[in-house]
């Protein structure tokens, strides 16, 4: 059985000019979500010293985005980052620090002309794709 | 004393799938010891073998990152919120 995720256009969209904006670094953010269905996105900095293959959400940032949603009433959805050259599939390094079974992780990949988004889960190390409509 | 602590991310599974716990003591080393009195194994997650806290894992009292204000000898003062929050990271 495999798990549907809608993710609205204008979500989508905003996560893909992150991912251009930040290139050629990686992107990275957070979906915020009510009742399981995504309503905003949070943009944060990448804080990672290798930040062109590498990402960390900006722990401060991070912070501050589970007080704002909390005091939305919205929980914690997705997280997503971009890959600027390689495939959107969750790497060894994405596997081996992931640390939200509760989320789904949303990939962009820019490698090819037009952006690849896709999602997964990710836990204890496996990974199980999330389809988009 | 009585502290709210929140665990996003998977250290949920540590705690019997709770996202916020009560939990007491005067230092972060006393709410850690005493939620593992109640988990066992709890500690282990979040501490490394020579008893600080792990890279991975981010601590607040309040707003104050637990690394800047002395690690686990950290007051907790009553009613304050503790939040343990797992990097988000990745390549």
Redesign the interface.
Known sequence: MTERLQLPAALRDDIVAHARAEAPKEA?G?VAGRDARPTRVIRCANA?PSAV?????D?RE??RA?RDMEANGEE?FA?Y?SHPATQAY?????RA???????IYVLVSLRDAAPDVRAFRIRDGWVREVTLA | MAVTVRLPGVLRDAVGGEARIEASGATLADVFADIDRRHPGFRSRVLDDRGTIRSYVNVYVGDTDARDSGGLGTAVPEGSEVMVIPAMAGG
């Open positions: 990275c957070l990672h293959t590498r990402y960390t959400i722990p991070q912070l589970f914690l997280i980052h969750p790497s060894p390094t994405d620090e992931s640390h939200y079974p509760e989320a």
